[in-house]
């Protein structure tokens, strides 16, 4: 049975920080893997969650079965958070998946079962795993431009030219916010571009929100999830609560689908169920329990959003300093895409080479595509990481 199988292709992400892990050297930075660390370079379970854990611990009486599309309490949350329009909710519908990946797959299934030629169209680049995602679904897949790397932002106008040529019925997957890897997000001005040429060559956006609140806030994070909701017919969204509530390991996350009408969206709804019934039938209970008791409570709510907000500042307070220091060290404002760019990653628009050096002569782990995670450098790494980079220039 298993003798004609190949050796396993090694994930670049995961194996490099495993190489990192095997790294003796005390100089040594980690900003390969994909997660929130503190200054002190740990990944924390958060007070709300920790608070919302021991509640749902002191309340479950029972391990028995939830339904198929998990908690429905869970749901109505998730969605909210996303989408709060009433109006919009009353055509829309929300799956709990196993984290965003499960609900990138579910509802690249949903295309495949909709559409079965469609085309899905990532930017270029996207999140490693959004072409395998849709592959595995039978999909096939094409990329539209979408990164500068002379600029370090999004060419709007290269994409806009792009998407014009996408036909009708075709999908195009979007990042929500903080684009991973590039963390050059789309301006207001591209989502309303964007949404017109969805009505006009009548393709299905497909937004990706793995990082809200991890931006420029919980709420400016979603307008373009929220413009495109209001002013199209339909959407596929996934939503993650991966980073914003740092539940990594519990994989929740959603599947949401807006359609014309609620019979609509019950229907895409039923046809989603019956595909993860063949797959894990039910997602996970634990991660949507926490969620749910947080959103649903205002206090927890509140301590939950505090938290988040400290996470997003840091954040933005490590891209200015590390440009500072790397405009001091190169007297130039070359890096100044560092604080513009929004979430946990950015490009450095270096070369393959150029990031073994920075791991090889440094220590410092960024991912070959010119990806770092700026949420993986601590306070006192700053300066080291800073001369690091301004030296393999
Ligand atoms: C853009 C994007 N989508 C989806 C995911 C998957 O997230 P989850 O842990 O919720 O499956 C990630 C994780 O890194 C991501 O960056």
Redesign the pocket.
């Known amino acids: 049975m298993f003798s004609n199988l190949p050796a396993p292709v090694q994930d670049p992400i995961l194996s490099l920080s495993q190489a990192s892990r095997l790294d003796q050297r005390d100089t040594k930075v980690d900003l390969g893997i994909?997660v929130y660390k503190n200054s002190d370079g740990v990944t924390p379970v958060m007070q709300s969650v920790l608070q919302a854990q021991n509640i749902v611990l002191q309340q479950q009486t029972t391990k028995a079965y939830v339904g198929m599309a998990g908690d429905e309490e869970f749901n109505a949350a998730a969605l909210s958070l996303v989408l709060p329009d009433s109006a919009i909710a009353q055509r829309a519908t929300s799956i709990q998946t196993?984290?965003?990946?499960?609900?990138?797959r579910m509802l690249a299934e949903l295309i495949a079962f909709s559409h079965p030629n469609a085309t899905v169209w990532l930017s270029n680049p996207?999140?490693v795993?959004?072409q395998p995602v849709m592959e595995a679904a039978g999909l096939k897949v094409k990329h539209y431009r979408y990164f500068d790397v002379k600029t370090k932002q999004v060419d709007t106008a290269a994409m806009l030219d792009d998407l014009a040529k996408v036909k009708a019925k075709d999908v195009v997957l979007l990042?929500g916010c903080c684009h991973?890897p590039t963390g050059a997000d789309l301006s207001p001005e591209a989502w309303k571009q964007v949404t017109e040429l969805a009505h006009k060559q009548g393709f299905l956006p497909f937004i990706?929100i793995?990082?809200q609140g991890f931006g420029d806030g919980l709420e400016q994070d979603a307008f373009g999830v929220r413009y495109m909701a209001e002013h199209l017919p339909e959407l596929l969204v996934?939503s993650?609560?991966?980073?914003n509530f740092g539940l990594?390991r519990e994989?929740?996350?959603s599947a949401i689908i807006v359609a014309k009408n609620g019979t609509h969206a019950a229907n895409a709804r039923g046809k989603v169920l019956q595909i993860s019934r063949t797959s894990y039938t039910m997602p996970p209970a634990h991660g949507a329990s926490i969620v749910k008791t947080i959103l649903l409570d205002n206090d927890l709510k509140a301590a939950w959003f505090n938290e988040l907000e400290q996470m997003r500042l840091r954040l933005v307070s490590l891209r200015h300093n590390l440009c500072l220091e790397l405009e001091k060290r190169t007297q130039t404002n070359d890096f100044d895409f560092i604080k513009q760019h929004k979430g946990m990653f950015s490009v450095l628009g270096y070369t393959s080479e150029q990031m073994i050096r920075l791991r090889e002569e440094f220590a410092v782990y960024g991912v070959n595509d010119g990806r770092i995670n700026i949420a993986g450098l601590r306070e006192q790494d700053l300066n080291y990481v800073a001369s690091a980079i301004a030296k393999v220039r």
């Open positions: 994909g196993p984290g965003a990946s499960g609900g990138l996207s999140y795993n959004h990042h991973n990706d793995a990082y996934t993650s609560c991966s980073k990594y994989r929740t996350g």
